[in-house]
């Protein structure tokens, strides 16, 4: 299991790092003949069932109103690899006259399959670097209110309870709400990030002021103030460093709420914005049940937030239960 | 006179939010220590033994009164006061980072004071409390006790200070483990001043020159240990001396009517309702008795005496 979540997101970043030579086309090349096309089959084995070279036939609209389409078998062409192309040096490429589609296209011709890639480094990084944000927010204020106590605990603490007491959703859409629709894709991007961070550190805080509340008063740490080590030193050496165990449990566990965080803002327009791919945002198309019944691919995004999620969750179970075993 | 307590009261109050009636774990202490002079500090569970400790460290604050160390407020004194008095803790299972090697936890005190010679130090001092080379670097969670408790040890004296405080650095260990470090405490004791605390009266008595008793937050007597083994001043002295350890509780000449429970605290005399001599006046706590003796003074608080 723990292998096969770890393959999952290795695969995942991997796309996501390397898109530009993995999508075979750009994540806004648009192609007006081939709405909604479906997914190309690859023809691997010739009719008598020998492994050959794979090759694609071409689609043919044959229904421009309800967009179905047929193979049109009198042409093919070969699945080019390692191979540059009018968008780079790509991976697999085949001539324009035929489209490899792996995941079909949407509403406006656009490659599913490059848009997913696309999507997935913004998808991804959006929970990195919010995780990272918020664990940076979470460690700070924990450790300040664990190690001073007092006034700045409980100021801290009472924070915390009024930012977790607000249901983080409507939380989110009123920080989305204090800024303007309409900015550019960067800020917005970074502005997503802000408001997941800003919503997520509270628990961790918490739960770093809790543990380093209860190894402050462990001997060592008070033998490390009693021989003038600076608070900075003993924090860091003495009281984080057992908290590092749960914070990398936790980080895997608080990525995916941050993935499906930024998806439920894209879904509801008020994430990234067309035509900047993320996963949120792809999955917005998918809203009405004709699209989902006649054009499933629409919903492939939806699959990799699935697994994407389901991965870090199991990976983060594996953990506790590895650490358990060790003891 | 090196380390100085003057009318020291610590209280508890709770925290920040929930505050409550002050605790006093410490009433109106005041006693000296000299320059290499041992002074063994004797009290039981809950006597406030810790507390004084952490005190001399400046874990704790006075609430009332001031500590002087060769004549100056400990807490004038900035990072310097570090180096000038260290402490052993009494439980060595938590005395030591457990991610430390053992050469990385002596060392880590001169590092953090900017030491040069740090390497020719540590050496030295970890072969001063017998710890072999094999065990140098080892990490600090892979050592027995009695081990811990050396490499505590060698890393309270890394800094060569003015005044070690070694609180209960026995209580956790095996008996035979326990003298062995005794023997460590009496071999080392005559380098710098050494404060000795223990709720055991016979460790106690090996160790230091001057003990004082403790009970239920207050100085009950002051004596030079020699002095004291012959002929306790206070009747919890004696109640002390009549009761140590032997071999089968059925010869206990004493019984402890009362204390294990939570000790008197109030206004009287902490000992008063075991105290033979029990009076009206032990209500209110007695004023402070000089007795002079052939090598000092000796300092009792009883009303037997006024
Ligand atoms: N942080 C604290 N808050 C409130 N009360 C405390 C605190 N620390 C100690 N006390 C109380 O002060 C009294 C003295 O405690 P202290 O730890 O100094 O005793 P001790 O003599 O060292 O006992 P022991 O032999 O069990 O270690 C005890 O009654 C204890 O309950
Ligand atoms: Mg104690």
Redesign the pocket.
Same mark, same amino acid.
């Given at each position: 299991m723990k292998y096969l979540a770890l393959g999952i997101l290795f695969t995942f970043f991997l796309l996501a790092i390397f898109a530009d030579f993995i999508a075979p086309y750009p994540y806004d090349l648009q192609n007006r003949e081939a709405p909604y096309h479906p997914p190309t089959r690859v023809h691997i084995l010739d009719s008598s069932g020998r492994l050959i070279h794979p090759y694609v036939h071409p689609y043919r609209l044959v229904n421009p109103i309800f967009k179905t389409y047929k193979e049109d078998k009198s042409q093919k062409c070969k699945v080019e690899f390692f191979t540059q192309t009018p968008y780079g040096f790509k991976l697999f490429y085949t001539p324009p006259r035929c489209g490899v589609y792996l995941l079909g296209t949407d509403k406006l011709g656009r490659d599913v399959f490059s848009r997913l890639v696309y999507g997935a480094r913004i998808s991804l990084s959006v929970g990195l670097i919010g995780v990272g944000i918020t664990f940076l927010l979470g460690i700070l204020f924990g450790s300040l209110a664990g190690y001073y106590g007092g006034a700045i605990d409980a100021a801290v603490m009472r924070l915390t309870e009024v930012l977790m007491s607000i249901p983080a959703f409507y939380l989110m859409l009123t920080l989305r709400a204090i800024f303007p629709l309409d900015m550019p894709s960067v800020a917005v991007f970074f502005l997503i990030i802000f408001i997941l961070s800003f919503v997520g550190w509270a628990g961790l805080a918490r739960v770093i002021r809790g543990l380093i509340l209860s190894y402050r008063s462990y001997e060592y740490v008070l033998a490390a103030k009693t021989y003038g080590a600076s608070t900075f030193r003993i924090i860091f050496k003495h009281i984080l460093p057992n908290t590092y165990f749960y914070l990398i449990v936790s980080a895997t566990s608080a990525i995916p709420a941050y993935i499906l965080g930024e998806a439920s803002l894209s879904l509801l327009g008020l994430g990234i914005q067309e035509p900047y791919p993320s996963w949120g945002n792809m999955l917005s198309e998918a809203r009405s049940l004709t699209v989902i019944t006649f054009f499933p691919w629409i919903l492939s995004p939806g699959v990799a937030i699935f697994l994407v999620v389901v991965a870090f969750n199991i990976l983060g179970d594996t953990l506790v239960s590895d650490k358990e075993k060790i003891g | 006179m090196l380390l100085e307590l003057k009318n020291i009261s610590?209280a508890? +109050?709770?925290s920040f939010l929930f505050k409550r009636k002050p +605790? +006093?774990?410490?009433k109106n202490i005041s006693f000296s220590v000299n320059y290499r002079e041992s002074v063994t500090i004797l009290?039981?569970? $809950?006597?406030?033994?810790?507390?004084?400790? /952490?005190l001399t460290v400046r874990l704790?604050k006075p609430t009332e009164g001031k500590v002087f160390l060769k004549g100056r407020n400990i807490f004038s004194y900035g990072k310097e006061y570090t180096r000038k008095v260290s402490m052993v803790f009494?439980n060595p299972r938590e005395a030591l980072n457990p991610r430390y090697s053992v050469w990385e936890a002596v060392e880590e005190p001169l590092l953090v004071h900017g030491i040069k010679n740090r390497k020719e130090i540590v050496e030295k001092v970890l072969t001063s409390v017998d710890i072999e080379e094999k065990l140098w670097f080892r990490k600090t969670y892979q050592l027995s006790g009695g081990q811990k408790q050396r490499v505590a040890i060698a890393r309270a004296l890394a800094l060569n200070p003015l005044l070690i405080v070694a609180?209960?650095p026995t209580?956790a260990l095996d008996l035979s483990v326990a003298y062995e470090i005794l023997e460590l405490f009496k071999k080392l004791k005559h380098k710098q001043s050494l404060i000795f605390?223990t709720?055991d009266v016979r460790m106690g008595t090996k160790v230091g020159e001057k003990i004082i008793i403790?009970l239920g $937050?207050r100085i009950l007597e002051i004596s030079p240990v020699k002095e004291f083994l012959e002929k306790p001043l206070h009747p919890y002295g004696v109640f002390l001396l009549n009761n140590l350890p032997v071999e089968s509780p059925y010869k206990r000449k004493g019984n402890l009517k009362g204390m294990e429970l939570?000790?008197l /605290?109030d206004e009287g005399c902490p000992f008063r309702i075991n105290c033979p001599y029990n009076h009206e006046k032990c209500k209110l706590f007695p004023p402070e008795r000089i007795v002079k003796v052939e090598n000092g003074e000796r300092r009792v608080w009883c009303w037997i005496y006024i």
């Open positions: - | 610590v508890y +109050f709770g +605790f +006093f774990a410490l009290g039981e569970s $809950g006597s406030g033994k810790t507390t004084l400790g /952490r704790v009494q609180d209960e209580s605390i709720h403790l $937050g939570e000790t /605290r």
